[in-house]
């Protein structure tokens, strides 16, 4: 099976900030990753998808970017409420699987 | 406006079979346009897939826990089901069903194997005697 890998595990940043989370593939998945926040206590929530392409109603300030086995999540001007955890999730083949998860905290 | 809910006991035992159902509103589960799935996540860690299913009844399972998972649907009750067999407190999680679109700017994905757009809330399972 493919093995989702995000890094960092956790981090820490200051509104206004811009933040990167990768995630890395263990073999090659084309385009097919999606990214999910997950606030505390509160169900995970689509941001992106094939990559890059963002969820309606998702703000601007989320981009993805990547394509092979190395994929980005970035989130410009960090607000307080972007506090949660993130999720990859590679959907090429069978089985769907997900990275172990990103937690952002804010300064 | 799309919803899923869903049910089902709060506590199993030990060996028995966890059984879940996830109702749909507000959209039709026969659309041709999505699968429907499972995913869990125990408590502090990360999602799991557990399995989709398409209206037809077309299942793809996690082959960490095909032995064990059975899913189902029934279209005339506009909802799907999970049953999980041989339950041990490593079984113990929020289990939260979802839809799976088939269709996105970036083309058709027949398999259904895909992402995971709309979420139910979610509900805690633990297993214990």
Redesign the interface.
Known sequence: ?IQMTQSPSSLSASVGDTVTITCRASQGIT?YL?W?QQKPGK????LI??AS?L?SGVPSRFSGGGSGTDFTLTISSLQPEDVATY?C?K???????????TRLEIQ | QLQLQESGPGLVKPSETLSLTCTVSGGSISSNSYYWGWIRQPPEKGLEWIGSIYYSGNTYYNPSLKSRVTISVDTSKNRFSLKLSSVTAADTAVYYCARLPLYDSSGYYPEGLVYFDYWGQGTLVTVSS
Not at chain 1, 43 to 46: H, Q, T
Request: charged share 10%.
């Open positions: 099976d385009n999606a999910y169900v995970p929530k689509l998808y094939a392409t969820q999720y999730q959907y090429n083949r069978a089985p769907i699987t997900f990275g172990q998860g």
